[in-house]
């Protein structure tokens, strides 16, 4: 594989506070030669401040959902390969546009995508002061072990690397928050292998407020369709999930 292997893909939504230090960060990555930032309809300077910090900047007209932004990215990725007459595809390096200066730990994901023993990585992180998502997190978990057998740690990671492969043989991804759970059962029933991995991330934590439940809950609906729509039982979709919870 080519030593320049990586593209970075940042799906971001009104970041501008952050997407400077998170794309500087991620560029300086062993490999990396290219970031890519999807602006998916900021009401902000999310995409001036990413260009400005050296990312080529894809820009959605309105809020899409973060699996269109990955899937706008990697689709920018493939047409600047196109252009360059490029051998082999670059991997595809998807990571939250808050991580900041913690970017830049990125490398460890890549490198078992790079070796061929994985078709995808997931970054699993250190404890996040403030964060607290469990039910949603249980559900995702519980809906992937029981539709492909895997055990994932951190099922909602949104910073995960893939081969082209790999991410294609996901398409289309699963909509709004349900992306990462629909990747993980998608890859796997691909017949690509899914190697966790510690990677000192930092990144914003959702709060306890009425905005931050009202989040908690759009991630709940979306992992639920996902796990429907990819036929998990029945004992795990919204219903009765919330009952088996409960204890009814």
């Given at each position: 594989?080519?030593?320049?292997?990586?593209?970075?893909?940042?799906?971001?939504?009104?970041?501008?506070?952050?997407?400077?230090?998170?794309?500087?960060?991620?560029?300086?990555?062993?490999?990396?030669?290219?970031?890519?930032?999807?602006?998916?309809?900021?009401?902000?300077?999310?995409?001036?401040?990413?260009?400005?910090?050296?990312?080529?900047?894809?820009?959605?007209?309105?809020?899409?959902?973060?699996?269109?932004?990955?899937?706008?990215?990697?689709?920018?990725?493939?047409?600047?390969?196109?252009?360059?007459?490029?051998?082999?595809?670059?991997?595809?390096?998807?990571?939250?546009?808050?991580?900041?200066?913690?970017?830049?730990?990125?490398?460890?994901?890549?490198?078992?995508?790079?070796?061929?023993?994985?078709?995808?990585?997931?970054?699993?992180?250190?404890?996040?002061?403030?964060?607290?998502?469990?039910?949603?997190?249980?559900?995702?978990?519980?809906?992937?072990?029981?539709?492909?057998?895997?055990?994932?740690?951190?099922?909602?990671?949104?910073?995960?690397?893939?081969?082209?492969?790999?991410?294609?043989?996901?398409?289309?991804?699963?909509?709004?928050?349900?992306?990462?759970?629909?990747?993980?059962?998608?890859?796997?029933?691909?017949?690509?292998?899914?190697?966790?991995?510690?990677?000192?991330?930092?990144?914003?934590?959702t709060g306890a407020d009425l905005?931050?439940?009202?989040?908690?809950?759009?991630?709940?609906?979306?992992?639920?369709?996902?796990?429907?729509?990819?036929?998990?039982?029945?004992?795990?979709?919204?219903?009765?999930?919330?009952?088996?919870?409960?204890?009814?």
């Amino acid at each position: 594989m080519e030593t320049s292997d990586l593209a970075v893909i940042v799906p971001a939504f009104d970041e501008e506070a952050r997407i400077a230090s998170t794309v500087e960060a991620a560029a300086k990555v062993a490999g990396v030669d290219l970031v890519v930032v999807v602006d998916d309809g900021s009401a902000d300077a999310t995409a001036r401040v990413a260009r400005e910090a050296g990312a080529i900047v894809v820009r959605h007209g309105r809020n899409r959902g973060k699996a269109a932004a990955m899937e706008s990215g990697a689709a920018a990725v493939a047409a600047i390969e196109a252009r360059e007459g490029r051998a082999e595809p670059r991997l595809l390096l998807f990571l939250d546009g808050d991580l900041e200066g913690t970017a830049g730990n990125a490398a460890p994901l890549a490198e078992p995508v790079r070796s061929g023993t994985a078709g995808m990585t997931i970054a699993t992180l250190p404890p996040q002061p403030g964060g607290g998502h469990g039910f949603v997190v249980r559900l995702a978990r519980d809906g992937i072990r029981s539709a492909v057998g895997f055990e994932a740690h951190q099922p909602l990671s949104g910073q995960r690397c893939l081969s082209r492969a790999a991410f294609e043989a996901a398409l289309p991804l699963a909509r709004g928050f349900g992306v990462e759970t629909g990747l993980t059962i998608d890859v796997l029933r691909a017949g690509f292998r899914i190697s966790e991995v510690e990677v000192e991330f930092r990144h914003r934590v959702t709060g306890a407020d009425l905005a931050g439940q009202l989040h908690r809950a759009r991630q709940y609906r979306d992992v639920a369709l996902a796990l429907a729509a990819r036929r998990v039982p029945a004992a795990l979709r919204p219903a009765t999930w919330r009952a088996r919870q409960a204890g009814r």
